[in-house]
């Protein structure tokens, strides 16, 4: 196999082009060659005219002598290179694995152990990804929050309520991202997320995607249990035993004991129970920084000039962006989970408390960009040494936002955040929001310090994109839950110093999106096979 890179189109090139393009660059006739795969696809708008950027991997005869010839460093031979799960360990494995949370994290890690014999169990607490959106979508329409189901728990994850971005700066040489991403193919997801540089699935595909991958786990034996809580662990002499559940729907029932010798915790960075739960039991963990802030949106035709200029070429994916500044006090401030062509979403979990996020669809058609401006946090900014201290500073801060909305998400047009005054109308951009909002005073929700650097922050990047600071941007709050903010530890076979129990994903302090943690979910499920007989798990 020959792989061909920085091959060069114009947006509007047809079909063929690509093939001629990489016979040109082998200096053979095109139809010599026998297959072409994308293997990345990227935009290059720096320089006028915009194009499409290729790196392809071509079959053809005499491939050794051709490249023998060639003097071209933008072609190399490749070697197809294929993932490897591991062969059975050898402990006894007497119950089958239990998995808590249906996230990117759980579903790989269970769809793995599946596929290798092992008949996990997962546990979900949430429902369905069908039953759920439907369930969130009553919330937005006025309805009450379901505190089990809803954009944080339920099938999927949180990220199934999101952009859906599926890039990830993961060291891979294992090949787990492939895998991850054919995966996704194979489940649904259009082909193309193969090879494009910043891959995403909008929430309307992944519902469909994660329901067959958990087919996939049904139909090999495994068991996904909905609506199913973890309560507690069973820890005798360091090692796990079992576990307590019950039926969400139903708190005060007596508990259910489950057998197992093997935990995976898959649980998301908002199963905060389970955190107070994991800290009385002594399970290791430790504080972590994380992010709080805004979300701000824009027109995204405003957004697609800054980035294409003006007069782009019609047909070009909708324009994402990236800032970043360094603000006073050393914090940074950022933009993170950024939505072309999306939503913004009220992603409350918890009774009393609002917090938002971003979402897009696979069309990214709305008319507004919109993206998390958030500042750095750190433990000392929580106060005390509690394990938990920056659990309760996020809860603070969703409850001001709470308060601030009356329940409905709070917005401040960015001119009016400057000057510390709630808006009282809208300027040119009309909210793109899933939920009731009102006007309300979103400064007031941080610390003075956070706010000030979010203003600071937010200013700055307007020599970046113009209009960023526009005084009409709209604002809205709280994006407090954009990392988990404890680690729950673990050594190099991704086993915590409670024998058996495996922190993994988002919520463990591992991953950071849906690609990452489904990665740390196949990592997870490899040591857990790599140690164990999988035809021993058979109670």
Not at 21 to 34: C, F, G, P, T, Y
Not at 300 to 314: L, R
Not at 334 to 363: H, I, K, R, T
């Amino acid at each position: 196999m020959i792989r061909i890179s920085q091959i060069k189109l114009p947006v509007e090139h047809g079909e063929p082009a690509l093939l001629q393009a990489a016979a040109r660059e082998l200096k053979v006739a095109s139809e010599k060659i026998e297959k072409l795969t994308i293997q990345k696809k990227s935009i290059d708008a720096r320089k006028k005219p915009i194009c499409y950027v290729y790196t392809v991997d071509v079959k053809l005869k005499g491939e050794e002598k051709l490249l023998k010839k060639l003097h071209n460093r933008n072609v190399s031979k490749t070697e197809k290179k294929r993932y490897h799960f591991p062969e059975p360990g050898n402990e006894m494995l007497e119950h089958r694995p239990v998995i808590v949370g249906t996230g990117p994290a759980g579903l790989f890690c269970g769809l793995m152990l599946a596929r290798a014999g092992y008949r996990p169990i997962l546990l979900e607490r949430g429902e369905t990804a069908r039953k759920r959106k439907e369930t969130v979508d009553h919330f937005w329409n006025g309805g009450t929050l379901v505190p089990n189901s809803n954009v944080q728990f339920g099938e999927g994850g949180a990220g199934t309520f999101s952009d859906g971005k599926l890039n990830t700066l993961v060291k891979d040489p294992a090949g787990r991202g492939r895998l991850v991403l054919k995966t996704f193919v194979e489940a649904g997801a259009p082909e193309e997320i193969l090879y494009w540089n910043k891959p995403h699935l909008g929430t309307d595909v992944l519902i469909g995607v994660v329901e067959h991958i958990r087919k996939e786990i049904e139909n090999l034996g495994g068991e996904v249990r909905f609506g199913t809580q973890l309560t507690d662990i069973h820890i005798r002499d360091g090692q796990v035993r079992g576990v307590y559940t019950k039926r969400s729907s139903e708190p005060e029932q007596e508990a259910d004991y489950l057998e197992a010798e093997v935990l995976v915790l898959a649980i998301g960075h908002s199963a905060r129970d389970t955190f107070a739960m994991l800290k009385s039991r002594a399970v290791p963990m430790e504080r972590k920084a994380f992010a709080v802030g805004v979300r701000i949106e824009h027109p995204q035709e405003m957004i697609n000039v800054s980035q294409y200029g003006e007069g782009y070429p019609k047909g070009l994916p909708t324009a994402a962006y990236k800032v970043t500044r360094k603000v006073g006090g050393g914090r940074g401030v950022y933009s993170f989970c950024m939505c072309p062509g999306g939503y913004v979403v009220n992603a409350s979990s918890e009774e009393g408390g609002l917090a938002v996020n971003g979402m897009s669809y696979q069309a990214r058609d709305s008319r507004n960009a919109n993206s998390a401006m958030i500042v750095t946090v750190r433990p000392e900014d929580f106060g005390g040494s509690d394990l938990l201290s920056g659990v309760e500073f996020q809860r603070k801060l969703e409850r001001a936002a709470y308060w601030a909305g009356g329940g409905r998400v709070p917005v401040q047009l960015l001119g009016d955040f400057r000057q510390h005054v709630i808006s009282k109308n809208l300027g040119e951009i009309e909210p793109c929001i899933k939920g009731a909002w009102t006007f309300g005073d979103v400064r007031g929700i941080f610390p003075a310090e956070l706010s000030a650097a979010l203003e600071e922050g937010i200013v700055g990047s307007e020599h970046l994109i113009p209009g960023f600071a526009r005084a009409d941007a709209v604002l809205s709050g709280v994006e407090s839950r954009t990392s988990s903010p404890v680690r729950i530890l673990r050594d190099d076979s991704q086993e915590s110093a409670v024998r058996g129990l495996y922190p993994c994903g988002e919520g463990a302090g591992y991953a950071g999106g849906i690609t990452s943690a489904a990665m740390d979910g196949v990592k997870t499920a490899e040591a857990i096979a790599g140690r164990f007989c999988q035809n021993l798990a058979t109670t």
